[in-house]
């Protein structure tokens, strides 16, 4: 089975905070990919990286950067964290051979004050 | 714009019976469409897919049927069980991308 997981379920920042949102998957997948899903806006995409350290903006980029050092990994970083990112983060990772199939990780619901 | 829509936010069924979720699309470069089931508090999980040069695909009690002429897609569970209740996300993809609709909450009564 594939696996996705992310650091955390529940995180509680400041405004201005720089935060750090992270995820492994376990299958040796290419594609990784972050998103926000926002009540009546549905999942959008933030970044993805098809690679090592390679990365693209996806819908809604704005206040994001992303890292990928290791394959398993997928970082989402927010450099300053300002009340409307409070959302929830969803990673996923898709095989290069299908990879229109995104496993999904748990999700981490990140509440900025 | 939305380019996947999903515009019945919720339907409710009996227990045995079919349910049918619908979904519309604006965006004619999807090259695949998915369907991902989401329960409260967890990530969405890919249930079925569909080419787009395909008109059905079938797995187990879900089929999905695309009608390409129309932009529009469905998703047909036969019998519905009370463990499908959850948010049916519909999806177009290209490439690695993948475009959400927001998602149709259904309830399967017992």
């Known amino acids: 089975d594939v696996k996705v997981t992310q650091s955390s379920r529940y995180l509680v920042k400041r405004t201005g905070e720089k935060v750090f949102l992270e995820c492994v998957q376990d299958?040796?997948?290419?594609?990784m990919f972050w998103y926000r899903q926002d009540p009546g806006l549905g999942l959008r995409l933030i970044y993805f990286s098809y690679d090592v350290k390679m990365k693209e903006k996806g819908d809604i980029p704005e206040g994001y950067s992303v890292s990928r050092e290791k394959k398993e990994r997928f970082s989402l970083i927010l450099e300053s964290a300002s009340t409307n990112q409070t959302s929830m983060y969803l990673c996923?990772?898709?095989?290069?051979?299908?990879?229109?199939?995104?496993?999904f990780g748990p999700g981490t619901r990140l509440l900025v004050l | 714009d939305q380019q996947v829509k999903q515009n019945s936010p919720s339907l409710s069924v009996q227990e045995g019976r079919i349910s049918i979720l619908n979904c519309d699309y604006t965006n004619s470069m999807f090259d695949y469409f998915l369907w991902y089931k989401k329960y409260p508090a967890e990530g969405p999980t890919f249930l079925i897919s569909?080419?787009?040069?395909?008109d059905k695909n079938e797995d187990g009690r879900f089929t999905v049927f695309l009608n390409k002429s129309a932009k529009h897609l469905s998703l047909h569970i036969v019998p519905s069980q009370p463990g499908d209740s959850a948010v049916y996300l519909c999806t177009g993809g290209s490439n690695y991308k993948l475009t959400f609709g927001k998602g149709t909450l259904l309830t399967v009564n017992p």
């Open positions: 569909i080419s787009s040069i395909k």
């Open positions: 299958m040796d997948h290419e594609n």
């Open positions: 996923a990772s898709s095989p290069l051979q299908v990879q229109e199939t995104q496993y």
